[in-house]
């Protein structure tokens, strides 16, 4: 296929390295196998009998949350706040006492050994997805300085340190359970490397304990948290404070359910609400001046989404979300069996997820500006006769939903277990060439990528996709369409289509013709 050369931008694209730029799904995850490692020495320590129970339990338990979350509406979370023991009724786990600090679920030891079992390995793939894609998008990010809020046992911890192995030096923790924090330490026990960590049972006493000047961090990060809290009251005031504490980038990622959705849908309006208007008061206190707006003044998404502007899908009877596949470690696969039947060798975690960052969304040519795209056409009249190939799959008129995840299922029989590799490790992360990792061309934030939003739909020589998009040229507003790529109207586009997957990107151009069934 032809190089297509963008006579705008700099960059020169060709349908292989605009491919590599969209790509942000991750093949089925195979958890480190230091933290395998990890899992299986803290269990053996537990010995507990009891496990499989434990972790029926941990689930049914956030079953119940979900379900009395799904009631929470506003004058419910005030009588929960005023009066913790009729919320008991409800679900057994919530605690709640003073504002902020103390609200949530409680984790004793045997919801902290479950969740090491069956939850963290899963938790720990979507957080390792959600930062991977934060590394991609900003390439010249390296956070030395991190907080992590309701840290729990430290999957976050661990996926950053895939991540970024050897940037972060200097890590907060705010949690309060601890159970979770004991077990968080005891799986980290004898990793080389590890950074300076600070453990806080709340934000006050992280706030509290630390001066103003050293409050700031150039990643804070919650992971699946703000869905324990109990009212969107709280949520909002902790997200705010989390923000404060933001230098650069702040993540949040939850449950890929309505619920988790929504929390991040109005955690993402908040924050950008918040923040345009800091910026309209700081432009008529500094006489409309643009210039003089402070660089670091206002807020725009890293990732998932490619604009600020409301969220498209907000009543639309649809939820942002996306999906991780991992193959399952060991404990996952004793503990969560049911009935002694053998469970897949994988499972697909769902998540949805937000990444902001401080300061104005960059303004950038987008990939496709300039490009001209021929048709089938036009391409075969270029061809000679006996270069033409019988397109036998376009003759066939299927209909497929393109894997929701792109990879095979996994053979449990050939999956490598914790065992087998246990000898070989070095648990220092000095052996991880980053640099070679890094992927050679990345999609920029200007607002001309996409994301693409739900499993792809091919249909013989079309294919179907939901993108979200940028509607105008800063990114301001975006909207959610669904769209047609066909064979013979654009072959190149076609093509890359059907290799795209759910949560990839999707690149754009403003004069591109679109097809919008
Ligand atoms: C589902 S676990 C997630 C743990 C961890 N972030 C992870 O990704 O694996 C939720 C954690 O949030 C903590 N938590 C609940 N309410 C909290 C609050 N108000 N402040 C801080 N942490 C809280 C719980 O103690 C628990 O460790």
Not at 178 to 186: I, L, T, Y
Not at 346 to 361: L, M, N
Request: with cysteine.
């Amino acid at each position: 296929m032809a190089s297509l050369i963008s006579e705008t931008t700099q960059k020169i694209f060709t349908p292989e390295n605009l491919r590599t730029a969209a790509k942000q799904s991750e093949r089925c995850l195979v958890v480190p196998v230091r933290l395998r490692r990890a899992i299986k020495k803290y269990l053996r320590e537990q010995e507990d009998p009891y496990m499989r129970r434990k972790v029926l339990r941990l689930s049914q338990s956030f079953s119940e949350i979900k379900d009395v979350n799904l009631h929470l509406v506003a004058e419910t979370s005030k009588e929960l706040a005023e009066d913790p023991l009729k919320s008991m009724e409800q679900s057994k786990r919530w605690k709640i006492k003073s504002a902020y600090g103390d609200i949530g679920l409680t984790y004793r030891d045997d919801e902290t050994v479950a969740y090491v079992a069956s939850r963290m390995p899963a938790v720990y793939s979507a957080c390792y997805r959600v930062l991977s894609e934060v590394r991609r998008r900003l390439p010249g990010f390296l956070p030395t300085k991190v907080l992590d809020f309701g840290a729990g046992t430290g999957s976050a911890f661990w996926a950053m340190k895939e991540v970024w192995p050897k940037s972060v030096e200097k890590i907060n923790i705010v949690e309060p359970s601890q159970s979770m924090q004991r077990a968080g330490r005891s799986l980290i026990q004898g990793l080389k490397n590890l950074p300076l960590i600070h453990s806080y049972t709340s934000l006050q006493a992280l706030t509290k304990g630390i001066s103003k000047f050293e409050r700031e961090h150039d990643l804070v990060i919650a992971s699946y948290v703000l869905g324990e809290i109990p009212s969107l009251k709280d949520r909002i005031t902790i997200v705010r404070q989390l923000w404060s504490l933001t230098r650069d980038v702040l993540v949040l990622v939850e449950p890929g359910t309505p619920h988790g959705s929504n929390i991040i849908s109005q955690m993402r309006s908040h924050i950008l609400w918040m923040e345009k208007r800091k910026c309209r008061k700081a432009k008529v206190n500094k006489e409309d001046s643009k210039d003089l707006i402070d660089l670091r003044s206002g807020a725009f998404i890293v990732a998932p989404c490619p604009h600020d502007g409301r969220c498209p899908l907000e009543k639309s009877g649809k939820y942002c979300h996306f999906v991780q596949r991992l193959q399952r470690t060991t404990s996952q696969r004793a503990y969560k069996r049911s009935k002694g039947d053998p469970l897949r060798g994988f499972e697909d975690e769902k998540f949805s997820f937000v990444a902001f960052r401080r300061g104005q969304r960059p303004r950038e040519s987008w990939p496709l500006d300039g490009m001209t795209f021929e048709t089938l056409k036009e391409q075969r009249a270029k061809r000679n006769p006996e270069d033409l190939e019988i397109d036998y799959e376009g003759l066939v008129n299927i209909e497929e939903t393109a894997d929701i995840i792109p990879y095979e299922e996994v053979d449990p029989s050939a999956y490598d277990s914790d065992v087998m590799e246990t000898d070989n490790v070095n648990d220092t992360y000095e052996d991880q060439d980053q640099d070679q990792e890094e992927e050679t061309v990345n999609a920029d934030l200007g607002g001309g990528w996409g994301r693409i939003i739900f499993p792809p739909v091919r249909r013989g020589r079309q294919v179907h996709m939901n993108i979200c998009r940028p509607t105008n040229q800063d990114a301001s507003e975006g909207s959610f369409d669904r769209e047609v790529f066909t064979q013979s109207k654009n072959p190149t586009l076609h093509h890359l289509a059907r290799k795209s997957f759910w949560g990839d990107l999707w690149p754009l151009g403003r004069n591109v013709t679109r097809t919008v069934s």
